[in-house]
């Protein structure tokens, strides 16, 4: 199931923001057919960068009690300088995924299914009880909440970084989607 809001869409936006809104199910779909299950989604469009870091890192400190505000603002900046070149994020949310897209890093319709199809599959990815527990404790990690290993913490980052390659490589499932 994907739930799909509109925040902060200007008007140069507003076309993108329409064929994301018709498109994605049929992506999730898509992911869901060829990929594996999702949880459930919830699909936020947005032309802030800004905004999108906010919702996103908001999401993921809902899920992670007792971080202190130094450590909120200074990930909170990160979050921003590195929302600028980002197209979309996923990030866990209380229940499932959350997905932002930030519709002014992507400049057409097949971009725009192309991100839907990445993001949909880190959610498929993020899915996993076992795969969430394990993002959270990484999470707990970099809000300084709690200490992991080394062992551990570059296993979660190869894992990423494989989780990432193959959201990229699903990405020719965009063309299976109208434009």
Not at 6 to 24: D, I, K, M
Not at 33 to 58: C, E, F, W, Y
Not at 163 to 179: F, G, K, M, V, W
């Amino acid at each position: 199931m994907v739930t799909i809001l509109e925040e902060r869409v200007g008007f140069r936006r507003r076309s993108l923001a329409r064929h994301a809104r018709r498109v994605a199910p049929a992506a999730a779909d898509l992911v869901r057919s060829r990929i594996g299950a999702l949880p459930p989604i919830k699909l936020v469009l947005t032309g802030d960068p800004n905004h999108m870091a906010q919702v996103a890192s908001q999401s993921e400190l809902d899920l992670v009690p007792g971080v202190s505000p130094r450590t909120i603002a200074k990930g909170m900046r990160r979050a921003r300088r590195n929302a600028r070149t980002k197209q979309g994020v996923t990030a866990l949310a209380e229940h499932g995924v959350l997905v932002v897209v930030n519709l002014a890093n992507v400049p057409t319709n097949r971009d725009v299914n192309a991100v839907l199809v990445h993001e949909f599959t880190h959610g498929h990815q993020l899915g996993d009880p076992y795969s969430r527990v394990q993002h959270l404790a990484y999470c707990q990690h970099e809000f300084r909440i709690s200490v992991l290993p080394r062992r551990d913490i570059a296993a979660i980052e190869a894992l990423i970084a494989r989780r990432e390659i193959e959201a990229e490589q699903a990405e020719y499932l965009a063309a299976q989607l109208p434009a």
